[in-house]
């Protein structure tokens, strides 16, 4: 039997690597983490979800100041933002978090050993890293993504900012410009326009957050159009450059081509997964530009080598990572692979305000399927939670198949990312959707609101329980 290094060594320190790493010491192996950075966390906490949703909190409560006599409250004066001391808010709080995912945490709590660097493959069970060589019996590709740059001209000389940038700035922008309308581009844009910068987005495709369906895209875009961010859909950037203290972007828009200038440039068209430098050929590791090649057990070509979370492509969530995380734990475990993903029922959620939470199918997916369905809608603003909050805006929609099974749910509004997940639980469950309606909800609520469309579903299912809904009312 050949002599390892390790059990299992694991190459990224990110939400995936730590997740993979923490199952495969808890299941016994002698366990590598080896992450690029001196820090572990990852994309999520040091660049994304942590950051971005700091930002968000403090947008927020500013944009929230400025609407008190909405709430029968005198008016205040409101001073400009002190942009330094939200930085250091986001990063107090990513250095707390921090802490538990420190390196001495991890070899006291789980007996995981750290290694900074960047490994390469020599072959399918042998690394390189800082010089030395490592073998393992198993390894887990956890290397996630990063901002994808497109090749226009001119934009790798301009000292645009990315995600990893944005969150460390020093000041204030007076205005910026989001190349991406995208989920990244549209939480950003929202929260530096409510903080005082002058925003403009310029995206490629017909529509804002172009996965969302149409009607949840428009009502998006008009609520922050209305908030004063300028939007150019269907526009091409063609050309960036330095235009005195800022950076103009020319674009073809509208069949012409239109200058815009700003003080800050933000590139969020998208991610693509970390994969160079790793020597993968050499391991007998396939990837293309989506992403790593696996199978449904989450192994690469190579069998003894296992891939996890942003750098396979697919759903590019934490919580995705997370539960591949699992999976290939396990799997690389087992005397063979057992189990395999199951993506149906992924939710995600866009934190603007207000949030846009999905889970399974959308009309356009459904429709590009070829599924007959059938759609059931309620308004926040019929909800007594939501007239008592001030935050009426949005709805939710519900589809079912011609069987009457649920097959998907969108919802727009306050905390949509909360309230998705009792339809994650149902579509995972194969819940009725009559159980939903039934089950007592407390009022005043929210979550209501899937109690209250769930009885829409019911009474447009036969003439009965129409008469029983309108007594009932």
Sequence with gaps: MADFSFDMVVIGGGAAGLTSSIWSAQLGSKTLLIEKEEKLGGDCLHYGCI?????????????????????????????????????????????????????????????????????????????????????????????????????????????????????????????????????????????????????????????????????????????????????????????????GEGIE??????????????????????????????????????????????????????????ACGDCKGGFLFTHVAEYDARIAALNAKLPWPLLKTDYTAVPWCTFTDPEVACVGLNETMAQQAGIQYKVYKYDFAHLDRALAEGATQGFIKLLTDIKRKIIGAQIVGLHAGELIHEWVAAIHAKVDIGKIEKAMHVYPTLAQINKKVSGTYLAAQSPLIKIATYLLK
């Design 249 to 306: 972007v020319t674009m073809e828009y509208q069949g012409n081509m239109k200058k815009v200038l700003a003080q800050r440039l933000l590139v969020a068209t998208g991610r693509q997964p970390n994969v160079a430098g790793l020597d993968l050929e050499k391991a007998g590791v396939q990837y293309a530009p989506q992403g790593i090649t696996v199978n449904r057990n989450l192994q690469t070509t190579a069998k003894n080598i296992y």
């Design 51 to 243: 950051p971005s949703k700091s930002l968000i909190k403090s947008a927020n409560v500013y944009h929230l100041m400025k609407q008190v006599q909405q709430y029968g409250l005198p008016k205040v004066p409101i001073e400009p933002v002190d942009f330094p001391k939200v930085r250091d808010r986001i990063q107090g709080i990513i250095a707390g978090i921090q802490k538990h995912d420190s390196p001495e945490a991890f070899k006291k709590q789980y007996n995981i050993e750290t290694r900074f660097g960047s490994p390469r493959f020599l072959d399918s069970r042998t690394l390189e890293c800082n010089g030395a060589k490592i073998t393992a019996k198993k390894i887990i590709l956890a290397t996630g993504s990063s901002a994808r740059i497109l090749p226009i001209e001119g934009l790798k000389d301009v000292p645009f900012i990315t995600n990893v940038e944005i969150f460390l700035l020093d000041k204030l922008p007076a205005s910026l410009i989001v190349l991406g309308g995208g989920p990244i581009g549209m939480e950003m844009a929202q929260s530096f326009s409510r903080l005082g910068s002058k925003v403009t987005v310029i995206e490629f495709a017909d529509c804002i957050l172009p996965k969302e369906d149409p009607d949840v895209s428009s009502y998006v875009h008009e609520l922050l159009a209305k908030e004063g961010i300028e939007f150019f859909v269907q526009a091409k950037a063609q050309k960036v450059c330095k235009a």
